[in-house]
């Protein structure tokens, strides 16, 4: 891919590694267009980010008709106990709602506008944890591995189409997300990778055109979960004992 004068639209760019994905591609002179539900929020990095442009989805064809990437990575992660009752099933399923159904729908929405341009490209953001569950985030496991089969078959519907699909499978990163429900403990004192050192992976993945972009952890995650899948989740799941004690002494 060439990686430089592209209109890139980033869902979930306002925090994070879609933020710090903008930040880098804009230096590299990219139009950037970030999407995010929270206005305030969209409003700040428009004062920290100047040349970002922010956007909904509906005025994003006519403002930006050259937009020839799409790199889906709004998502939600959460520590989530099976064992109880009362969620509602809306609650249950946010982590689909978000991270598999968002990124399904919005490639609906862009494909046919994608196909129409040069050196057009999606990018669907998965996770390390697409190849081995963390049990103590079920369903956010569980619509990353998603993520990773649908984004094999989107690669092979499109692959006489121009449109190049990639996944980004990042590794535990330091981001919002990543401390927002999860303890030191929760993640067996895991160093989280610098999110700036991610998206400069992420981009010399996307600028070598390698498919499956896995930095660092993910990459082993992957190939353990071939060689000792039952190993690699009991490693996975030491955590899932701490989430159970805990909320019984609650
Ligand atoms: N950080 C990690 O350790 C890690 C590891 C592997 C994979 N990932 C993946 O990387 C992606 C980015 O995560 P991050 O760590 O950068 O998280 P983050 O800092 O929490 O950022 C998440 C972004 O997604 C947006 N978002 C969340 N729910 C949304 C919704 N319903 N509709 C539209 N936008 C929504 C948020 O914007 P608003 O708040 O404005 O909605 C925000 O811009 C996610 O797909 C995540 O699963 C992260």
New binding site residues.
Partial sequence: MKMHDNTILI??????????LARQLIALNNTVI??????A??EAVRAQLPGVHTALHEHIAASHPGMNMLI??????RKLNLHKRGATLEDAT?EV???LN?TIWTNLQFLPMLKNQANAAIVN?????AFVPMPISPV?SA??AA?HSYTLSLRAQLKNSGVRVFE???????????H?DFTKEDVGGLV??P?AT?AKRAIAGLAADVAEIRPGL?NILKIASRLAPDFMLRQLGKSVDLMLSADKNR
């Avoid at 869902?11 to 710090?20: A, D, K, N, R, V």
């Avoid at 889906?72 to 992660?77: D, K, L, S």
């Avoid at 980004?168 to 990543?178: D, G, H, I, K, S």
């Fill in positions: 869902t979930g760019g306002s925090s994070g590694i879609g933020l710090e970030i999407t995010g539900r929270d206005a929020k969209l889906n990575c709004a998502g939600i992660m946010r709602t978000t991270n968002g953001v998965s996770s390390g944890l956010y619509t990353k993520i980004l499978a990042p590794p535990a990163t330091e981001t919002p997300l990543f927002n989280p990778m999110v991610l993910s």
